[in-house]
Nanobody, 120 residues
Framework: QVQLVESGGGLVQPGGSLRLSCAASGRIFSIHDMAWYRQAPGKERELVAAITIGGSSSYTDSVKGRFTISRDNAKNTVYLQMNSLKPEDTAVYYC??????????????WGRGTQVTVSS
């Protein structure tokens, strides 16, 4: 029905950059809020950044000034630009989106995740 697919993860050195993308496909009426979460081994899943349908964004304190979330509504895609990466940013990053299938029916969807490893 609806699928979210993340891409762009990989291995980078401290101070480096990565750009994650998440594309939604399937029968979609509209997409409202979109967000990036991350989960490190042994820790709970953490909200990293979120963006509304109108483009208003928010970030967890640990990534403010380093990460930027954006979206392209024409492509049903959300991005996460990550700069000045630190080892503590290492985690699996997950895309989340609230998707309306009709004018009134919606569901929150998750991608399967993409690994980001920051190490020298």
């Amino acid at each position: 029905q609806v699928q979210l697919v993340e891409s762009g993860g990989g291995l980078v050195q401290p101070g480096g950059s990565l750009r994650l993308s998440c594309a939604a496909s399937g029968r979609i009426f509209s997409i409202h809020d979109m967000a990036w979460y991350r989960q490190a081994p042994g820790k709970e899943r953490e909200l990293v950044a979120a963006i509304t349908i109108g483009g208003s964004s928010s970030y967890t304190d640990s990534v403010k000034g380093r990460f930027t979330i954006s979206r392209d509504n024409a492509k049903n895609t959300v991005y996460l630009q990550m700069n000045s990466l630190k080892p503590e940013d290492t985690a699996v990053y997950y895309c989340n989106a609230r998707i309306f299938m009709t004018f009134t029916r919606f569901q929150d969807y998750w991608g399967r995740g993409t690994q980001v490893t920051v190490s020298s």
